[in-house]
């Protein structure tokens, strides 16, 4: 292949005779040289590209990463403070038992029980024959048992101060309602329950109460709680007082100035009830105190001497 160059400038050619070689070199510079430029770029593209995705693959991997940072930091204060509010629920129930267990103490020995018949250290006894089994595990670790044992612990301690309450109620009923002392806060027998003579006319005669001489407008009291079924001026008897208490007793107050109650009253072991004075078939202020049983009269004397429950 013969190639002619022509010199513009002087107008003279030349010509070179280009060998098979020569040819096949220079088209596979004029060829390949744009191929390879294309195939170059290409390569840079797609590296360009995958650099590009590596990257954004990164920056979310990296995004997710500080999420679940957050998360656990926000896991770890919310455990925090459930650790601590139950760390402080346990110093509660802690305080709580010792209250129970010191009141306890306390209201055993206000009752006056006897030794070892509630003890606040031990749960109350119980029991039953076993009417099933069953397999249950119990985590005895952690805060979450050391709560559940203080709390079956201060259910066992107020289970028995309903107990013991429910025993100092019954035990305060009986002794409001057991009859005993004086009906009077002040005074003396003047005159006893049987035979004797009558002041008015001398002569023999049974006398059906006890007479406690006193202060006229002293007071009277009763002798137990009970419930007023009658006031009002008896024959003989001037104004009168009268209280059941129920097991079939009722005691009767006479000769009184005033009654400080009516029928239908509740009262206490104790609260006055009416004013001494001399009404009636009476020789001065007293009150004449009769008891009677299931209907029929007793003499009071043994219940004025009864000690108090």
């Known amino acids: 292949m013969k190639v002619i160059l022509i010199n513009g ?18 088209s596979l510079c004029c060829l390949g040289l744009p191929l390879g430029l294309v195939a170059g770029g290409y390569l840079l593209g797609q590296e360009n590209e995958a650099n590009s995705m590596r990257g954004l693959a990164l920056d979310g991997l990296q995004e997710e990463l500080e999420q679940q940072e957050d998360e656990f930091s926000e896991l770890q204060q919310r455990a925090e ?6 760390t402080a629920s346990l110093a509660q129930l802690q305080a709580r038992m010792t209250r129970l267990d010191a009141l306890g103490q306390h209201l055993t020995a206000m009752a006056d029980l006897e030794e070892g018949e509630f003890d606040f250290s031990q749960p109350p006894a119980m029991g039953g024959p076993l009417a099933g089994e069953f397999n249950v595990e119990y985590d005895t670790g952690g805060l979450a048992a050391e709560l559940a044992l203080f709390q079956e612990q201060l259910n066992d301690r107020e289970q ?4 013991l309450e429910t025993l ?15 009906p009077v806060e002040k005074g003396w027998i003047s005159s006893h329950y049987g035979k004797r003579t009558d002041p008015f006319t001398g002569k023999p005669a049974f006398h059906h109460g006890i007479d406690f001489a006193g202060k006229e407008g002293s007071r009277v009291i009763a002798v137990a709680s009970g419930v007023v079924t009658w006031t009002g001026s008896k024959s003989g008897y001037g104004e009168t007082v009268e209280i059941s208490h129920g097991d079939g007793f009722v005691t009767r107050y006479s000769h009184n100035k005033e009654a400080l109650v ?12 009416a004013l001494m004075g001399s009404t009636g078939r009476s020789t001065g202020a007293h009150v ?9 009269s007793v003499d009071p004397l043994s219940y004025v001497r009864r000690t108090r429950r």
């Open 9 to 26: 400038k002087h107008g003279g050619s030349r010509s070179i005779e280009l060998g098979r070689l020569s040819l096949a070199l220079l």
């Open 81 to 86: 403070r459930k650790l601590q509010a139950m």
């Open 160 to 163: 028995q101060l309903d107990i």
């Open 168 to 182: 100092l109620t019954n035990r305060k009923l009986e002794e409001q309602s057991w009859l005993s002392g004086h």
């Open 262 to 273: 009516k029928a239908g009253d509740v009262v206490r072991k104790g609260q006055p009830i």
């Open 288 to 296: 004449h105190y009769e008891v009677y049983k299931h209907g029929r």
